[in-house]
């Protein structure tokens, strides 16, 4: 069974551009959550979606935004990059009902 | 969810046992507890988790006090592969998954 895939891998923008990601869950996960590791502030939630609707979300700004597709696959949209934006940002998935998550290689976002 | 306090790291002998402590004193009836634990640039990878009995699967061993303050995980074998951050999360089943995963602990795998 294939895992959870990301794209790109590796990404490099400059201030005030805008990124998306994409990632896509494993067959039959329902639940996509994103996370963002920096050194700094280790691994922090970002928002989860399930069935196209957002069901939880952490504490970030609103330039941080996601959606869920009728697949699954998921995309978050960075707005208005900042050189603290820099991070490892990671996806994962789980079936409905189940906390087990499964997590991606993650995409590392580099701003400058 | 209840906080959770782990040692910031721990080494231990290739083909000996790790011990991974957790404390999670503020724990409430219907928090689970749970593993993870992530190798050098690779995103987290799900242990093992339980309410209150001990649990075992092909990885790992979880064993949870019984006024569940406290728990250990355990790395019956420890190989070079085990090197990781190692994550002890509490939270409520089913309620999505939003996953705090704080400071967690180091374990360095000796030969």
């Known amino acids: 069974k294939a895992g959870v895939t990301q794209t790109p891998r590796y990404l490099i923008k400059t201030r005030g551009q805008q990124v998306t990601l994409s990632c896509s869950p494993i067959?039959?996960?329902?639940?996509v959550s994103w996370y963002q590791q920096t050194p700094g502030q280790g691994l922090q939630f970002l928002f989860e979606?399930?069935?196209?609707?957002?069901?939880n979300k952490g504490n970030f700004p609103g330039r941080f935004s996601g959606r869920q597709f009728s697949n699954s696959r998921s995309e978050m949209n960075v707005s208005t990059l900042e050189l603290g934006d820099s991070a490892l940002y990671l996806c994962?998935?789980?079936?409905?009902?189940?906390?087990?998550?499964?997590f991606g290689p993650g995409t590392r976002l580099t701003v400058t | 969810d209840a906080k959770t306090t782990q040692p910031p790291s721990m080494d231990c002998a290739e083909g000996r046992a790790a011990n991974l402590p957790c404390n999670h004193s503020?724990?409430?009836?219907?928090?689970?507890v749970y593993w993870y634990r992530q190798i050098h640039s690779q995103g987290p990878q799900y242990i093992i988790h339980?309410?209150?009995n001990n649990e075992t699967n092909e990885m790992a061993s979880l064993i949870i006090t019984e006024d569940r303050k406290s728990s250990t995980l355990i790395l019956p074998h420890a190989t070079l592969r085990d090197t990781a951050v190692y994550y002890c999360?509490?939270?409520?089943?089913?309620?999505?998954?939003?996953?705090?995963f704080g400071t967690g602990t180091s374990l360095t795998v000796i030969p």
């Open positions: 994962a998935s789980s079936k409905e009902g189940v906390n087990e998550q499964y």
């Open positions: 067959s039959g996960h329902r639940s």
């Open positions: 979606y399930f069935s196209e609707t957002q069901r």
């Open positions: 503020t724990i409430s009836g219907n928090e689970y």
């Open positions: 339980g309410l209150k």
């Open positions: 999360i509490v939270r409520v089943a089913d309620t999505g998954n939003q996953f705090y």
